[in-house]
């Protein structure tokens, strides 16, 4: 076993056994430093960390997940409290305990399953992202979370009053695409309510990040409602932002606005391990979606990066939602469907006319390749994926046991301006119902999402 600071340097090593699996090492008065301290224990099933404050701490696998993540260099882990750091462990182990580790044949194998976890890798970063500022702040993050939950309880009830009671008089809300200020708010909400019945309005919040007396909650919010004379529901998941200001001690709303998706700067291996992409928030959760398509609802997730060079994007995929029967002939170990994978960025230049560049990755019996293909002018709608007519191919790419990963040369795509639509598409090379199973797939899987900034 050994101690040593956040930095590397060495503070104390030695082995000191006690009963029922636990160790215990001293630090020599005077070798102490300020700030965390991390606890590594060498096993004969691998390598285990774990961040210390104080008294005991549990090494396992989940330890040196987040030890391995907090040491990268994204946060500072001295940032963390005692308390911060128990409540993400809980969480993690949490998530861990629904986790398969039947393949894992050490301490080793269990950290790269769980980063490799789509659950475990999002909370995480979003975790990590929450508690990151310097101080204890889980009261006011608890604080800030009651007041979301509060927002979206007063809008599924109707309740104009309590919705209004939580903004600043000078806060601007975004309302189905339009921003009203303060004083047209209440008459919006109204306005609102009288057109639709909601049937079901949830929240998810993915983040919440504190920086003095201003706050930002992240929120995935799920609506399910009913226009005023039809029958039928319509049902919807989206992304805001939601900023708060500290004011006379209470914490008040002074903008609400829909996410606009800027890729996060980092650098990426695209080789089908997601464990690089921790802390990078999703730009589209379909998994949050449900509705009257969910069994072709393929696409969990889109993800965006970029560095200098390169826009890296990941497409989690559900491919058990298919179903055995429809797929299990092109079922490949690692879980990911034979198929198309394609990812196309597009401005729409008028109603008939639009340019794009399309990544596709062609995830063949035989072999899998990537290519791009791009329009300038004169572009139809119809997107052309066959390989023979692609403009480039690519060498680095990824297909991992849930995920497909593409790197796209950042030159490729200069023709296209910085706001743009996306659309995931996955085309599985099957007979089953293959022209109708194509719409469907391509219909659930269309983003109405912006990707703004990745262009230097």
């Known amino acids: 076993m050994s101690v040593y600071t956040t930095d590397g340097e060495m503070l104390t090593t030695g082995v000191k056994s006690g009963k029922d699996g636990r160790f215990s090492i001293d630090v020599a008065r005077g070798a102490e430093k300020p700030g965390k301290t991390v606890v590594e224990a060498i096993t004969s099933m691998g390598r285990l960390r774990a961040i210390a404050t104080s008294g005991s701490v549990r090494i396992d696998p989940v330890s040196e997940a987040l030890t391995e993540w907090l040491l990268g260099g994204v946060f500072d882990p001295d940032n963390y409290s005692a308390a911060e750091l128990k409540f993400i462990g809980d969480e993690l182990s949490g998530i861990a305990k629904n986790i398969n580790f039947d393949d894992a044949e050490n301490a080793t194998d269990a950290v790269t399953i769980l980063l490799n976890n789509t659950s475990f890798n999002d909370a995480v970063g979003n975790l990590t992202k929450t508690y990151s500022s310097p ?3 889980t009261a006011a993050v608890e604080k800030l979370k009651k007041l979301m939950r509060n927002l979206i309880a007063g809008f599924r009830e109707s309740d104009t009053a309590a919705v209004m009671g939580l903004f600043a ?16 708010l ?3 909400i109204e ?8 049937q079901q309005f949830d929240v998810e919040i993915e983040n919440v990040v504190i920086n003095g007396k201003t706050a930002v909650v992240g929120t995935i919010e799920k609506i399910v409602l009913r226009e005023t004379g039809y029958e039928k529901t319509i049902s919807d998941a989206f992304y805001m932002d939601n900023k708060f200001n500290l004011i006379n001690g209470e914490w008040k709303l002074v903008e609400r606005i829909s996410r606009r998706c800027a890729p996060e700067e980092r650098e990426i291996t695209a080789d089908g391990d997601i464990s690089d992409w921790i802390g990078v928030s ?21 993800y965006f990066a970029k560095d200098d060079n390169y826009l890296y994007w990941r497409m989690d995929v ?5 179903g055995d029967d429809t797929i299990s002939s092109f079922v490949i170990p690692q879980r990911v469907p034979r198929g198309q994978y394609a990812v196309t960025f597009f401005n729409v230049l008028s109603e008939d006319s639009r340019q794009y560049f399309m990544n596709i990755i062609d995830n063949t019996p035989f072999a899998a390749v990537s290519f791009g293909k791009k329009c300038t002018e004169n572009c139809i709608k119809k997107y052309e994926t066959v390989k023979e007519k692609a403009d480039a191919e690519y060498k680095i790419f990824g297909i991992g046991r849930y995920s497909v990963e593409g790197r796209i040369p950042l030159k490729d795509i200069a023709f296209l301006s910085d706001n743009m639509d996306v659309v995931g598409m996955i085309t599985y090379d099957s007979d089953y119902e293959k022209e109708k199973y194509r719409e469907m797939i391509t219909d659930v899987a269309k983003m109405s999402i912006k990707l703004t900034g990745y262009i230097r």
């Not at 008089?169 to 047209?184: G, L």
């Not at 306005?191 to 909601?198: L, P, T």
């Not at 999703?282 to 889109?302: E, M, P, Y």
């Open 135 to 137: 101080g204890d702040t």
């Open 169 to 184: 008089e000078t806060a601007t809300v975004e309302i189905s695409n339009y921003v009203y200020s303060y004083s047209e």
């Open 186 to 188: 209440a008459d919006a």
């Open 191 to 198: 306005k609102f309510n009288s057109s639709v019945s909601i």
């Open 282 to 302: 999703a730009c589209v959760l379909l998994k949050f979606r449900s509705d009257n398509n969910a069994d072709f609802d393929h696409i969990d997730s889109l």
């Open 318 to 322: 559900n491919p058990g939602k298919t």
